[in-house]
């Protein structure tokens, strides 16, 4: 009896080291609670030593994904990205962790599961009061849409995005938009792809309101089914994991995303014929989301 306790002890204990998904979710855990704490990293881990030794622990195990880009603008765009400078620039996103959707092959597959029940509602409740979406690739109306956005920004109360310009995601064939039942915009998702990657260049609402909320989880769906067609497996956020507020980490943990560390293959396979040319391409921590208002955070618990 003895030796089968300590079996399934020994069985238990070796899921977990190789289970990438627990470690993962240990990461995800320590920075969400130390973003609600509002208290300085030090000081949380402290207090906090349970979750913060998960953590560092996690950093070791999380899974780690490679990334085969083309050189094409959106390729290396991906590529610097992952490779991108944090902490005071001692490590690179993709090293440190980033925050990574899985795109299934199969997108019924993706909001299948009882970890998606708030996804499945909140879906429901937008097409019930009639919210749609479309793909906008006419340039007047993508600039439109930004001056939107631009006039939007600067009334939000928690914002991060403020002060920036999104003009240089005019020419963009990756948008998607969300509309009310009255045709007005509620939300806009740019998110390019390069082969089997794709990032976030912009996920913002219009509004927080209920029916900006429910509009939220509905384009990330649609936006799954359409990066899922194109043979994307993954949607990269291009912020770090420990720089995400206490929101956005609610609504990604929401909708799937996970932490894991990335690395660019070295290996080439593309060639943009045009180039890179034309105009400066837009990215980084402080070209997509808006913060969720407190509001809309708890309607979303």
């Known amino acids: 009896?003895?030796?089968?306790?300590?079996?399934?002890?020994?069985?238990?204990?070796?899921?977990?080291?190789?289970?990438?998904?627990?470690?993962?979710?240990?990461?995800?855990?320590?920075?969400?609670?130390?973003?609600?704490?509002?208290?300085?990293?030090?000081?949380?881990?402290?207090?906090?030593?349970?979750?913060?030794?998960?953590?560092?622990?996690?950093?070791?195990f999380i899974p780690r994904l490679t990334a085969e880009l083309g050189q094409t603008r959106i390729g290396l765009t991906i590529k610097d990205v992952i490779n991108r400078k944090i902490l005071f620039g001692t490590v690179s996103l993709g090293f440190f962790g980033a925050c990574v959707l899985h795109i299934p092959v199969n997108a019924a597959d993706y909001s299948a599961g009882s970890s998606k029940q708030t996804l499945r509602r909140k879906v429901r409740?937008?097409?019930?009061?009639?919210?749609?979406?479309?793909?906008?690739?006419?340039?007047?109306?993508?600039?439109?849409?930004?001056?939107?956005?631009?006039?939007?920004?600067?009334?939000?109360?928690?914002?991060?995005?403020?002060?920036?310009?999104?003009?240089?995601?005019?020419?963009?064939?990756?948008?998607?938009?969300?509309?009310?039942?009255?045709?007005?915009?509620?939300?806009?998702?740019?998110?390019?792809?390069?082969?089997?990657?794709?990032?976030?260049?912009?996920?913002?609402?219009l509004g927080e309101t209920q029916i900006h909320s429910d509009a939220r989880y509905y384009l990330t769906q649609v936006v799954v089914e359409k990066l899922s067609a194109s043979g994307v497996k993954y949607l990269l956020d291009t912020d770090s994991a420990n720089n995400l507020p206490a929101g956005l980490w609610h609504f990604q943990r929401m909708i799937g995303f996970k932490v894991a560390r990335v690395r660019v293959a070295?290996?080439?396979?593309?060639?943009?014929?045009?180039?890179?040319?034309?105009?400066?391409?837009?990215?980084?921590?402080?070209?997509?989301?808006?913060?969720?208002?407190?509001?809309?955070?708890?309607?979303?618990?």
């Open 1 to 60: 009896m003895l030796l089968k306790i300590k079996l399934r002890q020994l069985s238990l204990r070796s899921k977990i080291v190789f289970d990438e998904d627990y470690w993962s979710g240990c990461v995800s855990h320590f920075w969400r609670k130390h973003k609600e704490s509002k208290l300085r990293i030090r000081k949380f881990a402290i207090q906090n030593p349970t979750i913060a030794l998960k953590a560092f622990f996690g950093h070791l």
């Open 266 to 301: 070295r290996s080439a396979t593309k060639v943009d014929l045009q180039g890179s040319a034309s105009k400066t391409y837009a990215y980084g921590p402080s070209t997509r989301h808006a913060v969720q208002s407190d509001v809309e955070m708890a309607r979303t618990s």
């Open 125 to 205: 409740a937008a097409r019930k009061v009639g919210v749609t979406w479309r793909s906008v690739t006419d340039l007047v109306e993508q600039r439109a849409l930004i001056n939107t956005l631009h006039a939007y920004v600067p009334a939000k109360t928690r914002i991060r995005l403020e002060g920036n310009d999104w003009g240089g995601l005019v020419g963009s064939k990756s948008w998607t938009v969300g509309y009310g039942p009255d045709g007005q915009p509620l939300i806009i998702a740019v998110t390019p792809h390069d082969g089997q990657w794709a990032i976030i260049d912009l996920f913002v609402t």
